[in-house]
């Protein structure tokens, strides 16, 4: 005899008028904006493009400007570990804070830091810290750290929010002091979560430390800046290339990593 399945249960009526907002916010998209599709896809449009293409072939591939690029990925991929690195340890200590570990108003207050934190994106973040640090990848750092720390708090207080209490409150009650009692219990529940969470705010670094250069913050951004900037079109294909590779190796260590904390 065959079970009969529950029935659905019935659509609520601000679930059907949030869709409709949602829907109309939409519509209103993209009445407002000047899209000029028959303008993008015209033969001139193409043919523009076609021309300014071309002027990137072939990449620039002298020993010494290749010797320059290596040296600027490097500089790129330093920002980018350094201002994970640093993230972390910041987002940590702000997520104890932010999970209610230390009463409600430090809870409130955490939030709200970790709210302007992530609020203000890299860009921003590099141009405020340019003034104070000067041009070069020491401000991009830490526009790189101020972000993610952001981020990564918020990522981490709710894996601690989430994770469950009893193991903690057991070794509590049988004598443990509170900080031991979170390194051996809550902690291990929520370190796999959180290194997920690193290494995939670090693959989008690498690409905002690519981007932080055009403000003047180092790397490869302001090698690309600087030789787009005189039009020298081969010199920055070979720039674009060098930020492409080193974008997808850190993507593939980053997964290989991740896939290896899963099993």
Known sequence: MTRRLPAAPP?????????AALLALVAASFASLPLQ????????????????????????SAPAFLRKTALAALETLSM???????????GMALSMSAAGRFGRVQRAAARVLLNVLRSIPELVWASL???????????????????TSG???????????????????????????????FCYATLPQ???????????????????AAVLGVVGAGGLGQMLKFHLSLFQMQSAATVIIAMLLLVALVDAASFA??????R
């Open 80 to 90: 980018s570990a350094i201002g994970t690195l640093l993230a972390v340890a910041g």
């Open 129 to 147: 810290l340019l003034v104070a640090a000067g041009l070069g990848p020491f401000a991009g750092t830490l526009a790189l750290a101020a972000h």
């Open 257 to 262: 990593l991740r896939r290896a904390l899963t």
């Open 37 to 60: 599709w028959s303008a993008f896809f015209s033969p001139d449009a193409a043919a523009v493009t076609m021309e300014f293409l071309a002027g990137f072939a072939p990449p620039e």
């Open 151 to 181: 981020v990564l708090g918020r990522l981490f207080a709710d894996a601690l929010e989430n994770c469950d209490p009893h193991p903690e409150r057991s070794l509590v009650v049988n004598g443990a002091s509170p900080g031991a009692a």
């Open 190 to 208: 929520t370190l796999p979560q959180m290194l997920s969470y690193t290494l995939y705010r670090w693959e989008n670094n690498i690409r905002a």
């Open 11 to 19: 659509r609520r009526f601000s679930t059907w008028l949030l869709g």
